[in-house]
């Protein structure tokens, strides 16, 4: 099977962080909540277009690498009290799984906050969607923060 990869690189994230605080705003998040490690670059560019200074993090781990896991590991510590909105961030809604485990949680544990998520690419078989998105994921998605940073590559 051949897996179709297109590299993202940052230009064209550039645009789309412009586009995609656009879609956001209408939520008037005041904390945004990235998904590590994949969502932190999309979640400070988003943070830094909206001007939202509470920006926090979660990791939400459904990857090995390339290997899918079994099960979402939902883990780390972040302060939602004083929040009302929260923006989740990923940077891509694959199976729509890590979603699935953390937005319930999040939910149940913060009953009084609304949180949506954003993404710059879905695939439409997700199990969830997020509220906003850009693109279509209809390949592997190379981000320019996964390939031009590699550590090897730094060595």
């Known amino acids: ?15 789309d ?9 209408q939520f008037q998040a005041d904390t945004i909540l990235a998904v590590a490690r994949g969502g932190m670059s999309l ?16 990791r939400a781990e459904s990857y090995d690498g390339d290997c899918r896991r079994e099960s979402v590991r939902i883990a780390g510590s972040y302060d939602l009290s004083g929040s009302r909105r929260v ?11 890590t979603l699935a485990a953390l ?18 690419f879905t695939k439409p078989n997700a199990r969830i969607q997020p509220d906003f998105s850009l693109h279509e994921a209809t390949g592997w998605i190379d981000f ?9 590559d730094l060595l």
């Open 103 to 120: 937005l319930p949680a999040l939910r149940l544990e913060h009953p009084h906050i609304e949180f949506k998520a954003a993404a710059l």
């Open 43 to 58: 979640a400070h560019a988003l943070a830094m277009a909206m001007d939202i200074r509470n920006l926090q993090s979660i």
């Open 1 to 15: 099977m051949i897996v179709l990869m297109i590299y993202y690189d940052y230009t064209r994230f550039k645009t």
């Open 17 to 25: 962080v412009r586009q995609l605080a656009q879609l956001c705003a």
């Open 144 to 152: 320019f923060w996964e390939r031009d940073f590699l550590k090897a």
């Open 87 to 97: 923006l989740i961030v990923d940077d891509i809604v694959d199976t729509g799984e």
